[in-house]
């Protein structure tokens, strides 16, 4: 993008250049960058489904990974962001926080558990928690997105109490709370765990959270569905038949959800792409609730058991599809918002010897994971993980949201950096900006936030 121009100025400055930005609703041709045209003739079928709004198969996705035109991948990601989203690129005001670092797991990715009598082991109490949602409001979040280990001894009621101690703080703040992994121990903890009917558990923990105040459930704990990787890197961890459970009852209970796939460590590049099949054909079923009817469009074959094959395919990224909006769930069920690909870091944890993905990794990741997840409306590139400037490339590159101003995270701290990790809303829309997007406030469900200071409601 040229400064800050908008996309219609630049294609008026520059007669026949394409702009690098489709504004929503422009019908164009998909364009190779001149300087690659022709560089992978496997990327033209490709384009044509693109631009089609067709799905793509695993091996195009292989081929994605492969290629180096790296920047004709990110180029047909943009398109299929900018024709989903047009110049607009969301950030929130939220605030996260863990209630405790206490985990009866040991996951050789995590450097973030303790033992509960190891140094540096916390669990929050409700004064804390309280304090932390009035602290949230005072600065004018609209989101609190809270997650925390297997903690062993804490007692279920911890957890609905955890909810209406912030709803009574902070009515407005919105819980965004508790990863699959979590909602399956509290399942087991409160006793309602039935190994012969998983869902049944499930649904009595997120209805009780959901009554206490619960909002929606974020994406963490999905890793990468696959058990090769499951039992090397995160043995004892839910599989991801479970994980997949909890969001689609989740669903079923009119909870959206967000999704993510933590990839570079032992993991190989086919594995994330079935993954990512997995995810969609998950969304197929969700968005099919919703009213979407599907096309006869691709399916993969020989896909593990989770990934359900009934639903029909049901694609976002066709010209003039609308996107899922709560009001449209209103009543019906959820959906996935969300897919955050996360690179690994592998400082102080089980796996320090490896290296990690490099920043034209974590690029393509996100451009094929726009391209792949055909069906998730949102991509996105928290700025926490992957840095505010990669963060700002990757609205090139696929990705429409970057998450918000943080303020507390513990569980990475790239570079060396504390729990404390805050920008400002300046940095975040000035970052949007120079990258040639408009910065919209948004709140978790995507709808649109008016604000005076630290009061705000929402537009749309
Ligand atoms: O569940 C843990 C991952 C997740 C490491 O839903 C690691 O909007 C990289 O899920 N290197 C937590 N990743 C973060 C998360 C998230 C973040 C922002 C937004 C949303 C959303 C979700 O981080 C964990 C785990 O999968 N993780 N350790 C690591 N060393």
């Given at each position: 993008m040229i400064g800050n121009?908008?996309?219609?100025?630049?294609?008026?400055?520059?007669?026949?250049?394409?702009?690098?930005?489709?504004?929503?609703?422009?019908?164009?041709?998909?364009?190779?960058?001149?300087?690659?045209?022709?560089?992978?003739?496997?990327?033209?079928?490709i384009r044509v489904k693109v631009q089609a709004g067709q799905r793509l198969s695993l091996d195009d996705g292989l081929v994605l990974y492969e290629t180096n035109d790296v920047w004709g991948v990110i180029a047909m990601a943009d398109f299929v962001r900018c024709r989903i989203h047009g110049d607009a690129a969301y950030y929130n005001i939220n605030r996260h926080m863990n209630y405790s670092n206490v985990c009866a797991l040991s996951c050789k990715f995590c450097e973030f558990y303790r033992k509960k009598d190891q140094p540096g082991a916390y669990t929050r109490d409700m004064d804390y928690i309280a304090d932390q949602a009035r602290g949230a409001i005072q600065s004018g979040a609209t989101e609190m997105h809270i997650v925390g280990g297997l903690h062993p001894y804490l007692p279920w009621d911890y957890y609905p109490e955890m909810m209406r101690t912030i709803k009574q703080a902070a009515p407005n703040l919105h819980i965004k709370a508790l990863t699959a992994v979590e909602i399956v121990h509290l399942a087991k903890i409160a006793k309602k765990y039935k190994r012969d009917d998983r869902q049944a558990g499930i649904r009595w923990v997120l209805s009780e959270l959901k009554a206490a105040g619960l909002d929606s459930l974020p994406g963490g704990g999905a890793e990468v569905f696959d058990d090769r990787?499951?039992?090397?890197?995160?043995?004892?961890?839910?599989?991801?038949?479970?994980?997949?459970?909890?969001?689609?009852?989740?669903?079923?209970?009119?909870?959206?959800?967000?999704?993510?796939?933590?990839?570079?460590?032992?993991?190989?590049?086919?594995?994330?792409?079935?993954?990512?099949?997995?995810?969609?054909?998950?969304?197929?079923?969700?968005?099919?609730?919703?009213?979407?009817?599907?096309?006869?469009?691709?399916?993969?074959?020989?896909?593990?058991?989770?990934?359900?094959?009934?639903?029909?395919?049901?694609?976002?990224?066709?010209?003039?599809?609308?996107?899922?909006?709560?009001?449209?769930?209103?009543?019906?069920?959820?959906?996935?918002?969300?897919?955050?690909?996360?690179?690994?870091?592998?400082?102080?944890?089980?796996?320090?010897?490896?290296?990690?993905?490099?920043?034209?990794?974590?690029?393509?990741?996100?451009?094929?994971?726009?391209?792949?997840?055909?069906?998730?409306?949102?991509?996105?590139?928290?700025?926490?993980?992957?840095?505010?400037?990669?963060?700002?490339?990757?609205?090139?590159?696929?990705?429409?949201?970057?998450?918000?101003?943080?303020?507390?995270?513990?569980?990475?701290?790239?570079?060396?950096?504390?729990?404390?990790?805050e920008t400002t809303v300046l940095d975040l829309q000035r970052s949007i900006r120079e990258a040639g997007f408009t910065p919209v406030e948004r709140d978790t469900l995507y709808r649109r936030v008016e604000r005076e200071g630290k009061d705000w409601r929402v537009v749309e």
């Open positions: 121009a908008k996309p219609t100025e630049i294609s008026g400055i520059f007669e026949n250049t394409p702009p690098l930005h489709y504004p929503l609703g422009m019908t164009t041709t998909l364009q190779a960058p001149s300087s690659m045209t022709g560089s992978d003739a496997r990327l033209d079928a990787v499951h039992d090397e890197a995160y043995k004892g961890k839910i599989r991801s038949d479970e994980w997949l459970d909890v969001h689609l009852v989740a669903h079923e209970l009119g909870l959206n959800t967000n999704a993510t796939i933590l990839y570079g460590h032992i993991d190989q590049r086919r594995e994330r792409l079935v993954h990512m099949e997995i995810l969609r054909r998950a969304q197929d079923q969700a968005l099919e609730r919703l009213g979407y009817s599907g096309e006869n469009g691709f399916i993969e074959p020989g896909l593990p058991a989770t990934a359900n094959v009934t639903a029909p395919v049901i694609t976002l990224s066709r010209e003039g599809t609308p996107k899922p909006t709560p009001a449209m769930a209103e009543g019906k069920a959820g959906y996935f918002q969300t897919i955050t690909p996360l690179p690994f870091f592998p400082d102080g944890s089980e796996m320090e010897h490896l290296y990690g993905p490099t920043g034209l990794e974590n690029l393509r990741t996100i451009a094929i994971a726009r391209l792949m997840l055909d069906n998730f409306p949102h991509v996105k590139a928290f700025w926490i993980m992957q840095t505010l400037s990669m963060a700002q490339l990757m609205l090139e590159a696929g990705a429409d949201d970057i998450d918000g101003t943080v303020v507390w995270y513990d569980i990475t701290k790239v570079g060396g950096s504390t729990t404390h990790q």
